[in-house]
């Protein structure tokens, strides 16, 4: 069966292929769970496959599909994935990530490199008699450990980052930023270490070393400004044509060609032309968007893999093996994270903050298994060694999130631009009612603004528009998205319409992967007494009020209201259904201030009663109607209804643009995580519906409302 699947070296790769894609994806979906990033889940998967456990386990189904003589193909197809990568490491390192924190950056991430490349130096000599390869030049190979001491995985961070909510953090961008020099340094640091090794004594490293600085030269300043140029032409993604990125993919080769030539590996040009390529354009994110997607689903596993089945635990075989792992473990975090941790405190940072820079800078990742693979290939390290650093590179990454955790919990981890001070206002001007509108696309915009607008009634408030960006894998995206936007192009929609109704709104929006978290921190910080969220059904939800929705209205510090929009443009009609509930109560208490917000404004009380013996369903009182002092007319509807909802929706077709209405049973809105009740108000409403959960007590609204004998 297995020589009728497998019969050609073609059917043999696609078989390695789809195994190593399929038990990498699985592993990465447990990993997940425990916050742990995929490339440990693509490692792994080599590991797995090759001979530490499936070798073990059924030899023969490793020897059927990873034969030693098949791994040609997948070697030479992941050195391709490799250099690709490579590239977009490249493209990911703008300059405009230091920017107000260069000095700091520069001072953590130079002890970053100096101190754990030191320690491995040192360790050199410790290791040299047990590890070292016979005609290797101890220089080659102390220079070698050092530079896999001192690498920090750039992607890999930039993921923990985003999965942490640390991207828009002042501590993230910082990380960012240490790791965007650090990496470049590491980069040059191991060229001139592969230069050495490959080149045949004293005069030949010398050439080599002029070579590499004039190819850097020419890149920088005669390649950068003809890739500014080609980039200028890009207005947007669409305008990437073919012959654009057959240019760039031509450069690209050509690039790494001359590095292999001149004798610092392949990777290094194709690095150096990411680097040149301007990032001030659309031309880095559109090739970014036509890259990634292969590179990192296909060809980087199996790099990744090849790297994991290049790994053998069997090699350790002594308790004295297993401690010299342990001993070279301890001496690379003790590297990174005390050359880093004690470089953040003398930068002034405090004790926790730059722990936190120590424990995120020890992430080694993808980075350093390709310089393992490098050394490893140029014959540098042997096998024993090279899987010991491999488990390193696991550990230090693996460990980054859970002690991350415990240094810098979620309480800390406050996005800097929704941590902004606020200009203070004087003591007359000061806000009374701040409300957060929460926009996940460009069409709730204007609705919610327009609701917010008149919500805001006279008071002089402020409307802070947030809008979350939803993850992706991609390591330029978080990296993209840790600079904020107060620009998105779903926030402008809204900003255009705020603009028109001369409401002042501050717009910000960050990366997040727990939008019901970060909605309810960003309100604290912003001193929300209302949150709108505009409303979307639930992808895994049965209820209506499920998902993101559901955990803002149970848990949030401040009222909530869901806004359906039914093509909301002004409020003037406005209807109130109400039973006496809590939130009921704090749909009046918002309606009323509809009424401020200008003078033609009608609010319709609706009090629903349960019908008494001897009267009559559907029956109505005679309304009440109050002319407000300040403008705006309420009017005070009673009807005996069994069916509060069936009331409320024949209500509604005497003509209304809003209607508020609590989040209570009585109208099949209660907060539920699951459910199959059909929330017919918001099925069958055609007007648009602001559904409120109240979060003040009851006593405090039954004051506030005896206080307004319109509304009480």
């Known amino acids: 069966m297995g020589a009728a699947l497998i019969h050609d070296p073609l059917t043999r790769f696609f078989a390695q292929a789809v195994a190593i894609i399929v038990v990498s994806r699985v592993l990465g979906l447990l990993l997940r769970r425990i916050g742990q990033p995929q490339v440990i889940a693509e490692v792994l998967a080599g590991i797995v496959l090759g001979p530490s456990l499936l070798g073990a386990l059924a030899p023969g189904a490793l020897e059927a599909l990873f034969a030693k003589q098949s791994l040609g193909a997948l070697q030479l197809l992941s050195q391709v994935g490799l250099v690709l990568f490579m590239f977009l490491i490249g493209l990911e390192l703008d300059p405009s990530l230091l920017r107000g924190r260069g000095k700091t950056s520069l001072w953590m991430s130079q002890a970053g490199i100096a101190v754990p490349f030191g320690l491995g130096v040192l360790l050199a000599f410790g290791v040299e008699a047990e590890l070292s390869v016979p005609g290797v030049p101890f220089a080659a190979f102390a220079s070698f450990l050092g530079v896999a001491m001192a690498v920090t995985a750039f992607p890999v961070l930039a993921r923990i980052l985003s999965e942490g909510n640390l991207l828009s953090t002042r501590l993230g961008a910082t990380a960012i930023a240490c790791a965007a020099v650090g990496d470049i340094a590491a980069w040059c640091l191991l060229a001139f270490v592969v230069s050495g090794a490959r080149a045949t004594g004293i005069g030949g490293a010398l050439v080599t070393t002029v070579l590499a600085l004039g190819y850097v030269a020419l890149m920088w300043f005669v390649v950068r400004p003809v890739l500014a140029r080609l980039g200028a032409r890009v207005g947007d993604r669409a305008g990437l044509t073919q012959n654009l990125v057959a240019t760039v993919i031509l450069l690209l080769l050509i690039s790494s060609w001359a590095t292999e030539l001149i004798g610092i590996h392949a990777l290094f040009g194709a690095f150096l032309l990411g680097v040149a390529l301007p990032k001030d354009g659309n031309l880095a994110r559109a090739l970014a968007d036509k890259l990634e997607d292969l590179v990192l689903v296909l060809l980087l596993p199996l790099f990744f893999a090849f790297s994991g089945l290049r790994t053998e635990l069997g090699l350790l075989e002594t308790g004295r093996d297993w401690l010299l792992c342990g001993g070279i473990i301890l001496v690379a975090c003790l590297g990174k994270f005390g050359g880093v941790t004690l470089a953040g405190r003398l930068s002034g940072l405090p004790w926790r903050e730059s722990s936190a820079l120590g424990i995120l800078m020890n992430t080694r990742g993808l980075v350093e298994l390709v310089v393992l693979n490098i050394g490893l290939d140029l014959g540098v390290i042997e096998p024993k060694l090279f899987t ?281 809105l209660e907060q539920r995580l699951l459910g199959v009740q059909r929330e017919r108000l918001m099925l069958e409403s055609k007007v648009s519906l602001l559904v409120v959960r109240g979060r003040a007590s009851a006593e405090s609204e039954a004051l506030e409302l005896s206080s307004s004998p319109s509304l009480a």
């Open 388 to 668: 010991m650093l491999v488990l390193m590179a696991l550990v230090t990454t693996f460990m980054t999130t859970p002690l991350l955790d415990r240094v810098y919990p979620q309480k800390l981890r406050v996005p800097e631009s929704a941590a902004r001070l606020e200009t203070p206002l004087p003591a007359r001007l000061q806000p009374r009612f701040d409300v957060l509108v929460c926009v996940s696309h460009g069409r709730s915009g204007p609705g919610l603004v327009t609701l917010a607008s008149a919500l805001c009634g006279k008071d002089r408030v402020r409307v802070h528009a947030l809008h979350l960006i939803n993850p992706t894998d991609r390591a330029s995206f978080y990296v993209e998205g840790s600079r904020g936007s107060e620009h998105e192009p779903a926030l402008m929609p809204l900003v255009e319409r705020a603009r028109a109704l001369d409401t002042d709104v501050r717009p910000l929006s960050f990366v997040s992967t727990d939008p019901a978290e970060d909605i309810q921190s960003v309100a604290a910080q912003k001193h929300a007494e209302l949150i709108l969220i505009g409303w979307h059904k639930p992808v895994f939800s049965q209820t209506l009020l499920g998902g993101t929705v559901y955990r803002v209205l149970r848990d949030a510090p401040a009222s909530v209201g869901v806004f359906v929009d039914r093509g909301l443009e002004r409020v003037r009609r406005v209807l109130v259904p109400f039973v006496g509930s809590l939130h009921d109560r704090e749909a009046v208490r918002l309606s009323r201030r509809i009424l401020g917000s200008a003078s033609d404004v009608e609010v319709t009380l609706l009090h629903v009663r349960t019908p008494e013996p001897g009267t009559e369903a559907g029956q109505r009182d005679s309304d009440e109607i109050i002319d407000e002092p300040d403008g705006g007319r309420v009017v005070v509807r009673v009807v005996h209804d069994p069916s509060p909802v069936g009331a409320a929706l024949a209500e509604m077709q005497r003509g209304y643009d809003l209607v508020v209405v609590g989040a209570s049973r009585e109208w099949g």
